[in-house]
């Protein structure tokens, strides 16, 4: 991790297309702007979290309902034959 001190107004620099310029301090809170071309996604720690877990969360639930409808498939007869009776 760099650790760096910068005072109200300066920047740092992260790559060649975003700046993180300090805009305010006031006690311990520290106001920061961002300035990063649309495609780079800048997200608070705990919101990237939260999508990171949802995103993992319908991945799981994805991988499951494709497993489903794969058994639900292979248990289809073949174009043409008729579906056996459910079972009793």
């Known amino acids: 991790m760099l650790v ?5 107004g ?3 620099r992260i ?3 975003v ?10 809170v520290v106001r920061v702007g961002i ?6 996604a800048v997200h608070r720690d705990e919101v990237y979290r ?3 877990r949802a995103n993992e969360q319908a991945a799981r639930s994805a991988d499951s309902g ?3 409808l794969s058994d639900a498939l ?15």
């Not at 760096?4 to 109200?8: A, D, E, F, I, K």
Request: glycine share 6%; charged share 35%; hydrophobic share 30%.
């Open 4 to 8: 760096l001190t910068r005072r109200t």
């Open 10 to 12: 300066e920047s740092v």
């Open 15 to 17: 790559g060649d297309e």
């Open 19 to 28: 700046t993180v310029t300090v805009l305010d301090i006031r006690g311990d």
């Open 35 to 40: 300035q990063a071309p649309r495609s780079v």
């Open 50 to 52: 939260e999508l990171r």
């Open 66 to 68: 494709a497993a489903l």
């Open 74 to 88: 292979r248990r289809r007869p073949p174009a043409g034959e008729p579906e056996p009776p459910p079972p009793v």
